[in-house]
């Protein structure tokens, strides 16, 4: 038998191995719904949040979001120091049409706004900080394809903003201790919940979305602008 | 019906991680896995008549499960750090030996090791 065969066969074996593994998994214990019975048998009251599921990422598992927000900051400093110690190539710039440059410059703002309003309400509606964070970026990329790579950077230097990132980072996690001043736990509320469905409910959840949703923009943006500075341009 | 996709998905993503030397088809393979567990997850969430999981007070409508949304949350930022960890990587690597393929870096980088081995005449 031929290596390539051999290799088909074996490949072939593992993923018949994984998706049996997994369908009798799946069949003989269907999900627990137990512990998800316990999350929605909490009141909403108690978040404040109308989305059920940022009250959950936001409060209940908060310190499952902000190990997330840290593995996204690692992956960012990763790439940025990786790239930076890497020899820049220079590849032939790639300008898009004019039509493409218009398009981009009118889809930009309207991107911007809506990820300003995906993190503003991202408690009473579908959104939040992480969607709000990647659309804020991509909003910005369009700018970039709009105007130049070098002139969104001298407005958005990715000096000014790692420190930025950084900084929320810290502020978050300062954020999550200041309750040990006041003889609490970390991690408990400071703020009230209020009333669910309105815009200023759910504790501190909006001040979180809005925290994130910065960050991950900051983040996502670091990275578009360090692969561009690498390659020379877009 | 979702779950069986999920699955076909996860397939697909192991043959073509396994089976393609390409690093960047790797990357999307990886891509394409994360992209069946999350659908995985989603799909487990599934009520009949299920609605999205945003209540109001008073209201009492079935609800889809928000636990795994909140957990794919986790997976969607987890992936694409290590996708664009991955991806510096494979650049790192394609312009050192000028290929992206798995097999070819690999004798190229075992060639490297025993000419450093192989002791001067």
Redesign the interface.
Known sequence: MSTQKR??V???G??AF??VL??IT?MASM?D?A??ER??SIP??VSGA????A???LNT?LF??LI?IL??S???L??RY??SH??Q?SLPSLSESAVVRTAAGILGPLALLLSVYFATFGH???G?G?AAGVIAASAVLYVAIAQGMQATEARLSPQRIAAAEKGILLFLFLWILLPLAFGDAPLTELLPPG???KLLSAGSILPYNLLIGIK?FFGAWL?IAAFAQ?RGDL | MATIVSFVLLGIGILALVLRRDLVIKLLALGLINASSILFLVSIGNRPGGRAPIQFPGETAVLVDPLPQALVLSAIVVNFAILALALVFVMILVERYHTTDAQRIEQEMSRETDEEETPCL
């Open positions: 290799w088909i074996c490949s072939v593992i993923v994984f998706v997994l369908s799946y999900p719904s512990d998800s999350y929605l909403i009251e109308a989305n059920r599921v009250g959950i990422y598992r499952d979001t997330e593995v996204f690692v992956a960012v990763g790439v990786y790239l890497s020899p190539i009473i509606s579908p939040g992480f009333t669910p469905g991950v990275i690498h």
